[in-house]
Every structure is written in C-alpha cells, then in structure tokens.
C-alpha cells in the first residue's frame, strides 16, 4: 500500500478496518486519529481506495470513514495488523531457515544460532 499509494497509506494504517457490508467497506478511526480521519475523507484517496478495494474484491466498493466511539469493540489498526503479519512472516522464514541442512550443519560447526534471517531480491538473469 505504502508504495501504490504513498499519499494516504499513513493515514489508512491509523484507521481501524471495522466492515463489509452491501458492498460498503467501513474504516473507523479514533478521536485521537483525527488527522488520519479527516485525510482520508477526502474524496481522492476515498476514491482511489475504493478502487484498491475493487480490485481485490472484484466488485465495486464504496468507503465510508466514521469516528470510533467508545461503545464499538476495541481493535487493531491496519498498521498493528501488518506489523503482527510481518512478525509471523519473520518467525515463519527463521524457522524454515533452521530446518535446512545446510544451515543446520553451519551451526553443529560453528555452535551458534540464528538471531535473524532476512530475504535478498533474486536477480533476473538475461540468458
């Protein structure tokens, strides 16, 4: 999101994904995210991530922006929910990486242990 659309992808992670009802995505934002509410209500990047959302959904959508109140559930933020994601992605690919002979062999030689594994963009080779 940060890198399609850079102009509202801070203000969208402050918001809070709260429905999808009849075609309508609900995205609610705390009293304290006013910032973040009254930037995304603008009718530009309403309309880009309806687009966004169309895309994904294969239908089209509207965006409704509300002010959480105190009686709605408590919840992540989109940007809690992505950091929770990329932690589990993290976990996930530090154990793969344990599980590889290879790997394995280097740490019995060397007796230590992954503290983080990381992925490199593979080149495209032009043969």
């Given at each position: 999101m940060a890198a399609s659309h850079p102009r509202f992808a801070p203000y969208l992670e402050a918001g809070r994904f709260v429905s999808l009802e009849g075609g309508q995505v609900t995205i609610g934002f705390t009293k304290q995210a006013a910032l973040a509410r009254s930037r995304m209500e603008?009718?530009?990047n309403l309309l880009a991530l309806a687009a966004l959302c169309e895309r994904q959904v294969g239908q089209p959508v509207r965006i409704r922006v509300i002010e959480l109140t105190d009686s709605d559930p408590p919840g992540l933020t989109?940007?809690?929910?992505r950091a929770a994601k990329e932690q589990e992605q993290r976990v996930v690919l530090?154990?793969?990486a344990r599980a590889n002979p290879v790997v394995k062999q280097a740490m019995d030689i060397f007796g230590a242990d992954l503290?983080?594994?990381r992925t490199v963009a593979q080149k495209e080779t032009g043969e």
């Open positions: 603008k009718e530009d989109m940007a809690q929910v530090l154990e793969r503290a983080a594994v």
